[in-house]
T-cell receptor, first 117, second 113 residues
Framework: AQSVAQPEDQVNVAEGNPLTVKCTYSVSGNPYLFWYVQYPNRGLQFLLKYITGDNLVKGSYGFEAEFNKSQTSFHLKKPSALVSDSALYFCAVRDPRMATGFQKLVFGTGTRLLVSP | GAGVSQSPRYKVAKRGQDVALRCDPISGHVSLFWYQQALGQGPEFLTYFQNEAQLDKSGLPSDRFFAERPEGSVSTLKIQRTQQEDSAVYLC???????????FGPGTRLTVT
């Protein structure tokens, strides 16, 4: 079964510095990978996804993620953090090879990003 | 355009009460998903509809949980005889058929007292 690990409960970074939020996955074959952000009392907002193609995926709000098949990782990055980026970030994986044709998303436990002024 | 909407946004229920949570997906989206997000956790899959057909309900935690989508649009998640462990945010998501991305609603925060 597919799974996702987010090894850091919290990441602290100063505004203007680069940020990385880590994610590793376990899926047989080629996964579909996603990042979502959740602000307090709000639902999940889609940031970006990797399906196929270029390993560097660019998404919303200046975020990007790099798919690394050999390390089974999909780390979220941003060159220059903003205080407004402070939120809860979830990595998710879907195995596109499920026989039923339906593929549920499996989420990590989330990483809280705190960007200090 | 309009996104996925859910109502109510907040619900407080006494233990033992029945609750019904509504989801209005994006127009034209064939697939609809329900997830449960406990405090401090990531969302966990509950059930999946393709149009009106419930194709997967493997994530429903007990037979007290029931979901329907009778006309292939609006969906309702019903929880009977609520328990304290049912307290969570219930998220609804929709997507186009075979599109590997999902749009989530704002969620319904259920608190069982």
């Amino acid at each position: 079964a597919q799974s996702v690990a987010q090894p850091e409960d919290q990441v602290n970074v100063a505004e203007g510095n680069p940020l990385t939020v880590k994610c590793t996955y376990s899926v047989s074959g080629n996964p579909y990978l996603f990042w979502y952000v959740q602000y307090p009392n709000r639902g999940l907002q889609f940031l970006l996804k990797y399906i196929t193609g270029d390993n560097l995926v660019k998404g919303s709000y200046g975020f990007e993620a790099e798919f690394n098949k050999s390390q089974t990782s999909f780390h979220l990055k941003k060159p220059s953090a903003l205080v407004s980026d402070s939120a809860l970030y979830f990595c998710a994986v879907r195995d596109p090879r499920m026989a039923t044709g339906f593929q549920k998303l499996v989420f990590g436990t989330g990483t809280r990003l705190l960007v200090s002024p | 355009g309009a996104g996925v909407s859910q109502s109510p946004r907040y619900k407080v229920a006494k233990r033992g009460q029945d609750v019904a949570l509504r989801c209005d997906p994006i127009s034209g989206h064939v697939s609809l998903f329900w997830y449960q997000q406990a405090l401090g956790q990531g969302p966990e899959f509950l059930t999946y509809f393709q149009n009106e057909a419930q194709l997967d309900k493997s994530g429903l935690p007990s037979d007290r949980f029931f979901a329907e989508r009778p006309e292939g649009s609006v969906s309702t998640l019903k929880i009977q005889r609520t328990q304290q462990e049912d307290s969570a945010v219930y998220l609804c998501a929709s997507s186009l058929r075979d599109a590997p991305g999902e749009y989530f609603g704002p969620g319904t925060r259920l608190t069982v007292t």
